[in-house]
């Protein structure tokens, strides 16, 4: 059974920096993308971030571009998600997804309970 847990969310002022962890079980992490996502009250779902399951190519959203760096480490299955330079946009419940399927900021089968994010003075 496929299982995806977020973790690492919590409050930040804005300029400030949070790292997200994605931690998966249940399936062979290391054939599979993970991409991560994030919904913010009234908002539609978008994608932020992917990494591909073999040759770490990623892809970013260009709100976050520069400011956000995706990650994985196959020996602990997890993705992780660094966010330097936190903006109040930036707020959102964030998610991780995967599948197999290459990187890519589209749908994703498997998705994870979600983490909330909050940047605020």
């Known amino acids: 059974q496929v299982q995806l847990v977020e973790s690492g969310g919590g409050l930040v002022q804005p300029g400030g920096s949070l790292r997200l962890s994605c931690a998966a079980s249940g399936f062979s992490f290391d054939y599979y993308a993970i991409g991560w996502f994030r919904q913010a009250p009234g908002k539609e779902r978008e994608g932020v971030a992917c990494i591909s399951s073999s040759d770490g190519n990623t892809a970013y959203a260009d709100s976050v571009k520069g400011r956000f760096t995706i990650s994985r480490d196959n020996a602990v299955n997890t993705v992780y998600l660094q966010m330097n330079s936190l903006k109040p946009e930036d707020t959102a419940v964030y998610y991780c997804?995967?599948?197999?399927?290459?990187?890519?900021?589209?749908?994703?089968?498997?998705w994870g309970q979600g983490t909330q994010v909050t940047v605020s003075s």
């Open positions: 997804a995967t599948d197999l399927r290459p990187c890519g900021l589209g749908e994703y089968t498997h």
